[in-house]
């Protein structure tokens, strides 16, 4: 069992930055494929970032167009997000994930543990 708790989200303004960060407790996460994805009000959860415990990143293409990094600490057991250049687009709850399986997936139902997510908020 893994146990995330995602932190850094909050109200900025457009073009801000923000660093969301996912820390595990209890166990490393140095072995998991971590992801980050996103659920707005009346949309469904969709993938952001992924990262595989060698470091190899995957992006959703559409709407991160590379204002959006993510990293991870083994020693720290932490996976970030960078985020840049924000719109109110991005406006959304923010969830951090984990998977067992050494690929990094872009579907929410391939990832075995999740957080509690962390609210993002852009203004325009």
């Known amino acids: 069992q893994v146990q995330l708790v995602e932190s850094g989200g909050g109200l900025v303004q457009a073009e801000d930055s923000l660093r969301l960060s996912c820390t595990a407790s209890e166990r490393t996460i140095s072995t998991y494929t971590m992801g980050w994805f996103r659920q707005s009000p009346g949309k469904e959860r969709e993938f952001v970032a992924g990262i595989s415990r060698w470091g190899g990143t995957i992006y959703a293409t559409d709407f991160v167009k590379g204002r959006f990094t993510i990293s991870r600490d083994n020693a720290k057991n932490t996976v970030y997000l960078q985020m840049n250049s924000l719109t109110p687009e991005d406006t959304a709850v923010y969830y951090c994930?984990?998977?067992?399986?050494?690929?990094?997936?872009?579907?929410?139902?391939?990832?075995?543990?999740w957080g509690q997510g962390t609210q993002v908020t852009v203004s325009s």
């Open positions: 994930a984990a998977r067992q399986r050494l690929v990094v997936a872009t579907t929410s139902k391939d990832y075995d543990y």
